[in-house]
């Protein structure tokens, strides 16, 4: 398993010390990776605290909360939520790797703070940071947030025994962040295909898709078609 898979949680609190300038140079080298690769326009954000400090929301206490990174693009882009949840994901493990603390946000910012030029849709943002050892209060959101982790038989249907790679991809997926801990990306194995949807009754859950197909990959090794019901290929 990829250690950042393991070792990536929600971080909230953050050290009053700025990310370092390698730090942000690395940051954006990868964002333009991800760009390019992706057509989204993700950007980051040196000071964003100005979208964090009007709300006093009980789930999200964030604490020197700085700099973050816009998950925006293209309106017209169809998949756009799945693509910020997927490329976003790998961006939170590269971030990891680098020793930074990462929170996906969906809602506990103000939208109108941040810049989006007309033809974009920003649909949530990542915020990132120099972080310590968990604080006592980041373990109390933490527990109230994340205090059940769904077993791998609630999180796929299948009509047969799965082979080793559906397991390894599992593994990673229960280690996925999702909106509010809601875990609800279903994976079905059926005639030999794999295939993850999600209700799609919330905003946020084709980002959390997204998500949970990077992690099923990195887990498996292979490759999701983008889309509610996307399958799976095998590598
Ligand atoms: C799309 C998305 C939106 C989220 N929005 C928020 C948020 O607004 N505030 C917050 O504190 N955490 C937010 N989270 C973090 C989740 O609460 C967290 O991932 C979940 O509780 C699992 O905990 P973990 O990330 O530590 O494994 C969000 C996560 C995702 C994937």
Known sequence: ?????????SRRKFEKEPIADWEKENIISLINQLNEESGLTMAFMEDGSGAFGKLRKSYGL???????????????????KEKIGYYGEALVLALTDL??????VGGTFDKDELPVDSGEELACVIVVGKVAAPSLTEKMVRSATHRKVKSMEERIISDQPFPQWIQNGMKAVLFAPSAKNTQKVMFR??????SAEIAN?????????GIAKKHFEIGAGGKFEFGNGG?????
């Open 201 to 209: 009754d919330y905003s946020m859950d084709l980002i959390d898709l």
């Open 1 to 9: 398993m990829r250690s950042a898979i393991e070792n990536r949680v």
């Open 99 to 104: 020793g930074l603390g990462t929170c996906w």
């Open 231 to 235: 399958i799976f290929h095998l590598t």
């Open 189 to 194: 194995y059926k005639n030999d295909t794999l």
């Open 62 to 80: 964030f604490t020197n909360m700085r700099s973050l990174i816009l998950m925006k693009g293209k309106k017209d882009d169809q998949d756009l």
